[in-house]
């Protein structure tokens, strides 16, 4: 039976090439590089892998959600408004700076710290909204099992089982482990924006006739409604499939603040200046050790 009426093509193909980020810190930046700017809503995805004392120390974010997935390890957080934490492996912290929010982000342990950061976008109505955070422990994330085929479910709904996480922008966020020989074909809202994120392993995808995908590659998907996947070697295949509906709107980005005009990008510079319309606590917060 042909699973879709309109499977969706590898349009694009990329290798996330290590650089360094932060303070010490190396990401392999997929989207929100050179080759792929950024993918409408998304702006960012980096695999990131740090270890103490490397890190991202105090910075801000406006206009933007931040979604941090720890594969290894642990990182504890912590912003201006005193809400502080530890996001484990497994964990998913999914946050909503909206109009602002300043914070740190830094390993926990003494061992390496591994995991995914993924921004996107607010439209202009969401950007300067109440900052937010979902966060959810890896015994809470929603997860289902088919065939051979593992999913869990940060953001969307796989296999019937749905995410309880709000996503402002429609947004779907799945972490597949796919064992040697398992096929999986998962539907995809047509319109929506998807891409593939491989983690461990290769995998082919919508039966691209080329080599099968390996590890830090990124790849682009064409118009569609679904995705198939063969995991044709004899290893585990572990990859993130994150889709997302378009906004649409300008995006104008100076660093980590993201708005639609320059005027706007100004006037977040200049109230992280000067502590005003949602970065008041900035000036008198810094991080603790
Ligand atoms: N220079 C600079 C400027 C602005 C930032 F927001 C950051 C920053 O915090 C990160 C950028 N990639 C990331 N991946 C994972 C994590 Cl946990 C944090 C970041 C940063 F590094
Ligand atoms: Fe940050």
Partial sequence: AVPFEKPRAVVKKLLAESQSEGQGATVRRSIGSHELRNLDPFLMLDEVSVSKPAGFPDHPHRGFETVTYMLEGACIHQDFAGHKGTIRAGDVQWMTAGRGIVHSEMPAGDEVNKGLQLWINLSSKDKMIEPRYQELQSKNISRAEKDGVEVRIIAGEAFGVRSPVYTRTPTMYMDFTMRPGSQLHQPIPEGWNAFVYIVDGEGVFSRDKSAPVSAHHCIVLGAGDGISVWNKSGAPLRF???????LGEPVVQHGPFVMNSRAEIQQAMEDYYYGKNG?????????SA
């Fill in 240 to 246: 993130a499939l994150v889709a997302g509906q378009p």
């Fill in 279 to 287: 970065f008041e606590r900035a000036s008198q917060w810094s991080s």
